[in-house]
T-cell receptor, first 115, second 115 residues
Framework: EAQVTQNPRYLITVTGKKLTVTCSQNMNHEYMSWYRQDPGLGLRQIYYSMNVEVTDKGDVPEGYKVSRKEKRNFPLILESPSPNQTSLYFC??????????????FGPGTRLTVL | AQTVTQSQPEMSVQEAETVTLSCTYDTSESDYYLFWYKQPPSRQMILVIRQEAYKQQNATENRFSVNFQKAAKSFSLKISDSQLGDAAMYFCAYRRGFGNEKLTFGTGTRLTIIP
């Protein structure tokens, strides 16, 4: 089944404790992206990757890191989480980075709470 | 920068009736795509319908159709014969036609279906 998976689905942590949210897709997609969803703000892009070893900042990158060592994986790293990073996080992927009409597939979301 | 505005935080409709959700956007580009996503209580992001800016014909997917007014930068979603399963948060989104495939989202409209 073609899908985007994220782990964990739920996470409660404390300020300053490094964490990684994994994202994996099995569709051989070139483009991958992370979004955070906050009430009243919709979804905002954190980071994106056009292909392996090619990443760039989105609209709200502060406090986050990413890597793209393999095509299928795009982990989101919070080196020192803070309470303002409490949010719902989505990973998404699409086939190409050519600006086509390809559909962007979303993962199931990760609910993160930072105490 | 592109912006997407959904001015109706909440809407409700009687089952089997028709409802229209509003969306306006701002862009200086001529090549772009517009989307409506549905987010049910499961939090999964589900693509409902998409519209290419270069197409004058309004997109339709079964009970879902859009009214795309390019000059007015308006992109409303009409749901006909509303069903209980349509209850969800609906997000309007914009994507430029090239480069970073970032989706710029509105703040969402929560749709309630009244039995």
């Amino acid at each position: 089944e073609a899908q985007v998976t994220q782990n964990p689905r739920y996470l409660i942590t404390v300020t300053g404790k490094k964490l990684t949210v994994t994202c994996s897709q099995n569709m051989n997609h070139e483009y991958m992206s992370w979004y955070r969803q906050d009430p009243g703000l919709g979804l905002r892009q954190i980071y994106y990757s056009m292909n392996v070893e090619v990443t760039d900042k989105g609209d709200v990158p502060e406090g986050y890191k990413v890597s793209r060592k393999e095509k299928r994986n795009f982990p989101l790293i919070l080196e020192s989480p803070s309470p303002n990073q409490t949010s719902l996080y989505f990973c998404a992927s699409s086939l190409s980075n050519s600006g086509s009409r390809d559909e962007q597939f979303f993962g199931p979301g990760t609910r993160l709470t930072v105490l | 920068a592109q912006t997407v505005t959904q001015s109706q935080p909440e809407m409700s409709v009687q089952e089997a009736e028709t409802v229209t959700l509003s969306c306006t956007y701002d862009t200086s580009e001529s090549d772009y795509y517009l989307f409506w996503y549905k987010q049910p209580p499961s939090r999964q992001m589900i693509l409902v319908i998409r519209q290419e800016a270069y197409k004058q014909q309004n997109a339709t997917e079964n009970r879902f159709s859009v009214n795309f007014q390019k000059a007015a930068k308006s992109f409303s979603l009409k749901i006909s014969d509303s069903q209980l399963g349509d209850a969800a948060m609906y997000f309007c989104a914009y994507r430029r036609g090239f480069g970073n495939e970032k989706l710029t989202f509105g703040t969402g409209t929560r749709l309630t279906i009244i039995p």
